[in-house]
């Protein structure tokens, strides 16, 4: 069996003629995933092909990490890499705080109400702001969505793939 991957950015573009990239970050910890020193495996949209690198200098640029890898000197090394994925194994996932998930532990999860009713599945999460909101397709085939406070997540169990929630009015509507 393949190891697990976590995509951790995508390759844009290239930047400049010494070979750097542009990588849009796909991961809440850029700066220890671009850190110098740092293997990452550069991976075909296909995922047929892979191929491990070694940063060796990375920096913020608006909403992009411009990203130089030790294998590579100029653009004519890099040109072929544009919509190519760079990911980390599961093993190198960073270490999370208490009540704070991986998207790809959520989605997935059944959810149930405080009194054991089910309510539907995890399908997605959405970043609008303030808070994470959980959108859980129901049980009748709508969607619900779930801020993700205190108040209405009242637990999680990845393990167990299972989120409960506190019923509020009109959270189900």
């Not at 950015?9 to 809440?28: C, F, M, Q, S, Y």
């Not at 070694?54 to 130089?68: D, G, I, M, S």
């Not at 994470?132 to 169990?157: C, E, F, H, M, Q």
């Amino acid at each position: 069996m393949k190891p697990k991957l976590l995509t951790v950015g995508k390759v844009a573009n290239t930047h400049g003629i010494r070979g750097e990239l542009k990588v849009w970050p796909e991961t809440d910890f850029p700066e220890q995933r671009f850190k110098a020193g740092n293997e990452l495996l550069l991976v075909s949209p296909d995922e047929s092909v892979s191929k491990p690198l070694v940063v060796a200098a990375a920096r913020p640029q608006k909403n992009v990490y411009l990203v130089k890898f030790k294998e590579f000197d100029d653009i004519n090394q890099v040109e072929p890499y544009k919509g190519w994925s760079l990911k980390v194994s599961a093993e190198q996932r960073a270490k999370l705080d208490r009540d704070e998930f991986y998207f790809h532990d959520i989605i997935g999860c059944a959810v149930k109400t405080e009194e054991g009713e089910d309510v539907g599945v995890v399908t997605d999460i959405l970043r609008p702001g303030a808070n994470d909101v959980w959108v859980v397709k129901r049980t009748n085939g709508k969607s619900a969505y779930l801020p993700y406070i205190a108040d209405v997540v009242v637990g999680v169990d990845v393990p167990a793939k299972l989120v409960t929630i506190r019923l509020m009015e009109g959270l189900l509507e």
